[in-house]
């Protein structure tokens, strides 16, 4: 819209400066021609008796000419006024403009005040003179008045963008205020849903711990039934309290508990935690180039993060792989660490998308490994909420590597 209102306001000066110069160039014309006619005729007929009136036709004062001879010796005049003669001399003096032309100059003064003059210049050829007619017009004060309209369109054009910006601004909130309500309820519904499912959960999950717990069930198939029971609760449960995570940071309401820990230990107790689960599927899981790494940080958050990393890497790793956990950096500023395995990769196409909510490369085999497509959401989410960053590379059926970075002290 400033550019809009910019381009208009030049446009309508340029039209407003080409209405008036063409206007003046006209009258300045008709007057160079009316004093050429003249002095043509008083030089074919040097005895008549010399009519003012018809030099000066104009009834404007602020027309002016001066006649001069080939060799410079000025013959016939209508003065420029006392403002503005010397700098109309000046121009004479250096006048190098072709005939029949029109020409605005502009001059400032001591004072600084400005004076605008537009001329022309007339050759006047007879058997036995060459001289040449000057003409010009005092337009100072149509060129200020040019200026000042100039001005105020400038100021009411931003007073019209102010208006309109206000009045859009006013409009545009009120159009979203229904989305904008919409869409928090959507969220707050989300964060209580989770909420209050999470009790349900325990209370069939301690039941079926209750009955598998029960010598009187001894029926194997009963008991397989409870055991899968048991399993899709725990599912179930993590799946809402990823639920409840990401529409609590969606809602800014995930309380954040920053202490001085080092991440290295933090590292390592993840490893010991998940190398039950790696060795399973007989993966190496190792920790690398550890040394103190001392940050300010939430503990539960990056012991969560690195787990998801961890997990991953294990899930999508074929049996007899490798994971390795490296610290790849320390300093004062920041801690940066990576989660690096050997596993089946993500393709390009996917790599921007796997930190969406939900997204799951292989959908199948995300389900079979117990995921919920929510895993690197909440990783994001975590780094998000430390100021930090993670970055993904990978190469199809060699590996991937998650690098995230962590402020030492986190702007929040
Ligand atoms: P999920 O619960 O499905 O693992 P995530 O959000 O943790 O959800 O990951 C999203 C998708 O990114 C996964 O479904 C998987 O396809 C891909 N992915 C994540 N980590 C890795 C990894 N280390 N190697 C290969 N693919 C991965």
């Known amino acids: 819209m400033c550019l809009f209102m910019a381009l208009i306001i030049f446009v309508m000066h340029m039209a407003m400066n080409w209405s008036m110069f063409s206007e003046q160039a006209q009258e300045l014309s008709d007057a160079a021609a009316g004093v050429a006619e003249a002095q043509t005729f008083y030089l074919q007929n040097p005895d008549d008796a010399v009519d003012e009136n018809r030099y ?14 080939e060799d410079k010796r000025l013959v016939r005049f209508e003065r420029a006024s006392f403002r503005i003669e010397q700098f109309v001399m000046d121009v004479i003096e250096t006048w190098n403009i072709p005939e029949g032309q029109v020409e605005t100059f502009s001059h400032s003064n001591e004072t600084g005040q400005l004076s605008t003059v537009m001329m022309t210049s007339k050759k006047i050829l007879t058997a036995d003179a060459v001289q040449t007619i000057y003409v010009g017009k005092d337009v100072t ?19 019209a963008l102010l208006i309109a910006s206000a009045i859009g601004f006013f409009l545009a909130g009120k159009a979203l205020l229904p989305l904008k309500d919409a869409y928090d309820k959507q969220k707050q519904f989300a964060a209580d849903a989770s909420h209050e499912l999470r ?13 598998l717990a029960d010598p009187s069930i001894k029926e194997p198939f009963l008991r397989q039934v ?7 609760v ?3 449960t993590n799946l809402v309290s990823d639920l409840l995570m990401v529409a609590r940071s969606d809602n800014n309401a995930l309380k954040v508990k920053i202490v001085r820990l080092d991440l290295t230990e933090i590292l390592k107790q993840v490893i010991r935690t998940m190398t039950p689960i ?4 007989n993966i190496h899981l190792s920790g690398e180039n550890f040394r103190k790494a001392i940050i300010n940080a939430d503990e539960q958050r990056i012991k969560q993060l690195a787990i998801i990393l961890v997990d991953n890497a294990i899930k999508y790793t074929p049996e007899g792989g490798a994971v390795v956990v490296r610290l790849e950096s ?3 500023t920041r801690a940066v660490f990576a989660v690096m395995d050997s596993g089946i990769g993500i393709a390009p196409e ?14 199948a085999r995300s389900r079979e490994m117990g995921g919920n497509g929510l895993g690197l959401a909440i990783a994001a989410e975590i780094v998000k909420i430390h100021d930090g960053k993670i970055s993904v590379a990978s190469k199809l059926g060699e590996g991937t590597k998650f690098t995230v970075e962590l402020k030492v002290t986190p702007k929040r």
Do not use: C, H, W
């Open 278 to 281: 790696a060795e399973k599927k």
């Open 330 to 332: 320390v300093d004062n």
């Open 234 to 236: 725990k599912k179930m």
């Open 199 to 211: 009790t349900p959960l325990a209370v069939v999950m301690a039941s079926a711990d209750l009955l």
């Open 350 to 363: 996917d790599l921007d998308k796997v930190f969406e909510r939900f997204y799951r490369v292989d959908k």
């Open 226 to 232: 409870l055991e899968d029971l048991k399993s899709e």
């Open 56 to 69: 000066y036709r104009s009834v404007n004062d602020r027309l002016f000419f001066y006649i001069f001879t």
């Open 141 to 159: 004060a149509l060129y200020s008045g040019l200026q000042k309209a100039t001005y105020a369109q400038i100021v009411l054009g931003f007073v």
